[in-house]
């Protein structure tokens, strides 16, 4: 494997590291009360990134800091202290669980104390739609966590899981900025999502809800494949699309008046840093996309056109290309396997470029973790699915069952950072030589 691939890859966390770029929006915070007479700030830290950017502005503001929660997925809140009046909450993600509820309890009922002279800080990232839960009144956590397994399961992208999340909860859509009335809140964002819109990230608990009713309806609809839905779901969806229920708060409505939200950190920021590296380390960088979607293994054949067209340069006199990507695909689950959508778009390649020389293939997410697996992803290369062969390995067995976790944890190439603090979706690096 060509090393470059890891350390352009590494470059890139680092230029999105949620910590700086809290510390670099402190000074707002600080203007904000200043120029309002704003005497106390509340946190509430939601989604994976949530105890770094904590920490960061724990470090720049602590001492007007009263009280906050912090909700993050299990375990990623190792080696960050948290100090003072701030709560910390581990909840599972993707499927939401009972920790997720109490934290969002929690959060809730403290910004529910927040008067006129106090600052709601909201540090938002990628995740937290599954870890910060509040389910609509009428349903129930087994509710929530059904609707989650049956979307993720059917192949639901992320914009269409939070459309219907959105309709299902009592802080997700601009529900958590109503709740903090009548403080100011501002809201620091690190983006998951394509085109870094603040009412998709984490399901838009301080922004104006741009979907409807009838949208979450649909989406449920076609892909209830199985008929599994919990009806109690589909009575309030059904409901609020016949006009029976308020729909979710919308641009222009005077709630946010008093509401602020920052988007911080993204997918394009990773992608110019690692650009700028691979033309440290010699290569000819071409940023293709930072909006790839998809089925992975769709994503991709279609990554692998974009190589055989870059090949036809190098006779032209370029030695060395790196082709970069970044977006969020997603995965049919069909088989019984284990792996994620980076390891999945990996293997998929592999079996593009089997024997091919030259050419490098990583796809890894910058949160360190890819689907119900401990590895961020996985890097390939020609001689992947010839040495797996050698080892009595099928790989086109693996991909139909979904299993290229157990596909590359056998034949090397995972990737495998922990949790890192960051989650601005997945990056591909390819390297053509």
């Not at 904000?32 to 724990?58: F, Q, Y």
């Not at 016949?242 to 222009?252: L, S």
């Not at 401990?374 to 390995?393: E, F, I, K, M, Q």
Request: aromatic share 4%; hydrophobic share 45%.
């Amino acid at each position: 494997m060509n090393p470059d691939a890891i350390e352009i890859f590494r470059e890139a966390l680092r230029a999105v590291d949620p910590g700086a770029a809290v510390a670099a929006h402190a000074g707002r915070i600080h203007t904000i009360c200043r120029d309002e007479g704003l005497k106390d700030i509340v946190v509430v830290a939601l989604g994976k990134a949530a105890c770094p950017m904590t920490r960061a502005l724990l470090d720049e503001l602590g001492d007007r800091v009263r009280g906050g929660v912090v909700v993050t997925k299990y375990g990623h809140c190792a080696g960050v202290p948290l100090a003072g009046a701030v709560e910390l909450v581990e909840a599972g993600h993707p499927v939401p669980d009972e920790n997720g509820v109490a934290g969002a309890v929690k959060a809730v009922e403290m910004i529910g104390r927040a008067g006129l002279e106090t600052l709601v800080v909201c540090l938002i990232s990628g995740g937290g739609s599954a870890l910060f839960v509040a389910p609509s009144e009428g349903l129930t956590l087994e509710d929530k966590q059904a609707v989650t397994r049956i979307l993720l399961q059917g192949g639901a992208d992320i914009m269409e899981l939070n459309t219907v999340r959105k309709h299902l909860s009592r802080v997700k859509a601009g529900r958590l900025a109503e709740a903090a009335r009548p403080a100011r809140v501002v809201s620091l964002i690190l983006s998951d999502v394509i085109g870094d819109a603040v009412d998709v990230i984490a399901s838009g608990p301080t922004a104006p809800d741009t979907t409807t009713w009838a949208e979450a309806l649909d989406i449920v609809t076609r892909y209830d494949r199985a008929g599994e839905m919990p009806p109690r779901v589909l009575r309030i969806l059904r409901d609020g699309a016949a006009g029976k229920i308020p729909d979710t708060p919308k641009p222009g409505d005077p709630l946010f008046d008093c509401v602020e939200n920052i988007v911080i950190g993204s997918n394009r920021i990773a992608a110019e840093a690692a650009r700028a590296r691979a033309l440290a380390r010699g290569y000819e960088p071409v940023v293709l996309t930072t909006a790839l979607q998809g089925e992975a293994r769709d994503a991709a054949r279609r990554l692998y056109r974009q190589v055989l067209e870059a090949q036809s340069c190098l006779a032209s006199g370029r030695r060395r290309i790196c082709l970069i990507a970044g977006g969020e695909t997603t995965v049919t689950v069909r088989g019984k396997g284990l792996g994620g959508r980076n390891t999945e778009m990996s293997l998929a390649f592999a079996l593009c470029i089997e024997g091919a020389p030259g050419i490098t293939f990583l796809s890894a997410g910058t949160d360190g973790t890819d689907g119900p697996t401990d590895a961020a992803g996985a890097v390939v290369d020609g001689r992947t699915v010839p040495g797996a062969r050698s080892l009595g390995l099928d790989p086109q067995a693996f991909l139909d069952d979904n299993d290229s976790y157990r596909f590359f944890e056998q034949a090397g190439g995972l990737i495998k950072t922990g949790p890192t603090g960051t989650n601005v979706m997945d990056l591909q690096i390819i390297l053509i030589e």
